[in-house]
């Protein structure tokens, strides 16, 4: 039987026409929703009129001064003797007067404190059975040690916090450690101006520095380990945090809370699951991370959760070990992490030896103003360098999902990101939905409670084979060779197939694409990705227009614009990131395979298209004689 004839060209290029005009439809309808959504997503309520920040007291000189020191002689003279000289001899002088007429703890010197009151603690470990409650305005407690190691105060984990000022203004603490407790070692709560100055917070059950709900609150020059959670934890608070070392925690530094405007400036941030983390700030948040210096924060504890290790009573735990058991889960081997944070500029630190990344930022998509991951801007930051000028790569230097509004990054230094190009500042981008795969590892693997820890995310331990983005792409790579068979047996099945080695370039785009997808997310290469991408979208291309060719017309329509979309989200991840493009255009094509493939599986699984039977010619009686017919 002779195949089918082809119809017209003008037909061909008509139909080609519609199928064209039908995707930049559907593109320019896409964009200008999106741009829609974005608008609402940035649009802000009107605030209050703003209330002025309290400016945080300064040291004082005057007013009644009370003494606390310790009957312990020899611990008074061991912590005492590394103190300067003639510091040395003052606080000799000031002992014997304590011993004649001062208090022998903190507590009793608090009771009896009028306010604008100085209280002075002489060097030594003074322990607590119940949290020490400060309410009392403009209270100043000061460490006369060179550091707060020379005077720790500790609960010995019998107290929930150590001290916790509530309501109090004009609070000025300095020079003292506090420790041991089963929640926040220092907790200040609704309070109005306070400085904490030289402090020092170890061996917390929670965090070791608690700022809630309070206003006016610096904290500069501390330092905080050993903590559960986060070392210095600001929340719904205006603070900053100025000079700080953290070290040995969950989380180095964390700011959360929708009503926080808060900053982290001049930081040393090493040794903590993830160095700092900014968290589910509000619309109208603005958060300052500048010049901090961070670096190896890889601690992964999670392995212990659940051992004999954790099980046991904080006061018998390993701390000097190092053992931490933390109820919040933080992603190992982040320098900077902004999670759903609003308003945050992230400029001039200088971050190596992240096994992760050095920066990592996510938002919450959709189109509701206050998701967060909106208007953030990473600027100037120096990775992969130490302070001697040695290279130090991070694993990534930049991991972002994609999703958020007017998220900018003008990095220059970058070594390896992820996605391989981002969205320069003083551009137009916004995106309520970013990367799919980006985006399912976040929902699986981002903040939250360690009692349902994932056992697929290498944020939280997880390795090789486990790790949720390859099991993903391998299961994508599958699906997507034999999605491209039966296609091509569906093309083969038609009136008119494919003449033989049409498939020939398209398979081998297809399939170099889906195991260069495999191979890139194993290694975490986000430029390979993008190349991956590419190839099987080129593969599609090819073959759909060897389907449409054939005669299959709608399945290969169908997979030019599945194809010519997968190319541009190859161009969005490698080249340049489109700012009209309110989605990741990997959205676009993850949304079309399911239909696509109802089509393919029924054209390759179907019943068989026949061609059009041949028109029957009646033939007509032969009227000639016998004789004068050519066959006699």
Wanted: aromatic residues 8%; glycine residues 12%; hydrophobic residues 45%.
């Amino acid at each position: 039987m002779s195949p089918a004839p082809r119809p017209p060209r003008s037909d061909r290029r008509l139909a080609a026409l519609a199928f064209m005009t039908g995707v930049l439809a559907v593109l320019v309808f896409t964009c200008y929703v999106g741009g829609s959504a974005t608008e609402s997503r940035l649009a802000e309520p009107d605030p209050f009129p703003a209330v002025p920040e309290p400016d945080a007291p300064a040291y004082r000189e005057d007013g009644p001064l009370l003494l606390v020191c310790t009957d312990d002689a020899e611990d008074f003279a061991e912590r005492n003797e590394g103190v300067v000289y003639s510091e040395r001899i003052a606080n000799e002088r000031l002992q014997e007067d304590c011993l004649a007429d001062g208090y022998r703890d903190l507590p009793a010197a608090i009771a009896a404190a009028e306010p604008n009151a100085r209280i002075q603690i002489l060097p030594g470990h003074y322990t607590v059975d119940t949290t020490i409650v400060v309410e009392t305005a403009g209270l100043q407690i000061e460490g006369v040690g060179d550091s707060p190691d020379d005077v720790q105060v500790s609960a010995h984990f019998a107290a929930d916090a150590v001290l916790t000022a509530h309501a109090a203004s004009g609070l000025y603490i300095k020079g003292v450690a506090f420790g041991q407790a089963r929640g926040a070692a220092l907790r200040l709560t609704a309070v109005e101006s306070a400085m904490l100055d030289e402090v020092g917070a170890f061996q917390s059950d929670g965090a070791g520095i608690h700022v809630a709900d309070s206003s006016g609150v610096e904290v500069r020059d501390c330092r905080a380990e050993a903590a559960d959670t986060a070392g210095v934890l600001i929340e719904n608070s205006s603070a900053h945090v100025i000079g700080c070392e953290a070290t040995g925690n969950a989380a180095g530094i964390e700011i959360r809370g929708t009503d926080t405007t808060a900053s982290a400036v001049g930081n040393r941030l090493h040794g903590n699951t993830t160095g700092l983390v900014i968290a589910d700030s509000g619309p109208a948040a603005e958060i300052d991370v500048s010049d901090n210096v961070v670096y190896g924060n890889n601690a992964d504890h999670y392995g212990l959760l659940g051992t004999a290790a954790c099980e046991t009573d904080a006061a018998e735990r390993d701390w000097t070990g190092g053992v931490l058991c933390p109820d919040r889960t933080y992603p190992v081997g982040v320098g900077v992490l902004v999670a759903n944070g609003t308003g945050t500029a992230v400029a001039e630190n200088r971050i190596w030896n992240q096994q992760t990344a050095g920066v990592a930022a996510w938002g919450r998509p959709g189109q509701e103003a206050g998701l967060g991951g909106d208007r953030n801007t990473f600027s100037g930051n120096v990775y992969g360098f130490r302070e001697d000028g040695a290279k130090h790569r991070n694993r990534l230097d930049v991991w972002w999902d994609g999703t958020g509004a007017a998220t900018c990054f003008d990095e220059s230094g970058t070594h390896r990101t992820t996605p391989s190009v981002l969205p320069a500042c003083g551009g137009d981008v916004a995106r309520i939905a970013g990367d799919p795969l980006r985006t399912l590892k976040v929902w699986e693997c981002g903040l939250g409670d360690s009692d349902d820890l994932s056992a697929t995310c290498d944020w939280l331990g997880a390795r090789f084979t486990d790790r949720l983005e390859f099991q993903t792409a391998v299961a994508f790579a599958a699906v997507l060779l034999f999605l491209a068979g039966a296609g091509w047996l569906g093309a083969a099945r038609s009136p008119n197939p494919p003449r033989a080695g049409a498939m020939t370039f398209s398979a081998i785009a297809t399939g170099c694409g889906a195991l260069l997808f495999v191979l890139a997310v194993w290694s975490g290469r986000a430029d390979y990705e993008a190349l991956a991408v590419a190839l099987w979208g080129g593969g599609w291309l090819l073959a759909g227009r060897s389907w449409f060719r054939s005669g299959v017309r709608f399945l290969g329509g169908f997979t030019v614009i599945v194809g010519g979309i997968a190319v541009l989200d190859a161009i969005d991840r490698g080249v340049v990131t489109l700012a009209p493009m309110p989605v990741s255009p990997a959205w676009l094509w993850l949304g079309l395979l399911p239909l696509w493939t109802l089509f393919a599986l029924g054209a390759a699984f179907g019943p068989r298209r026949r061609g059009e039977e041949p028109v029957q010619v009646e033939r007509t009686p032969v009227t000639a004689p016998v004789n004068d017919r050519w066959d006699w």
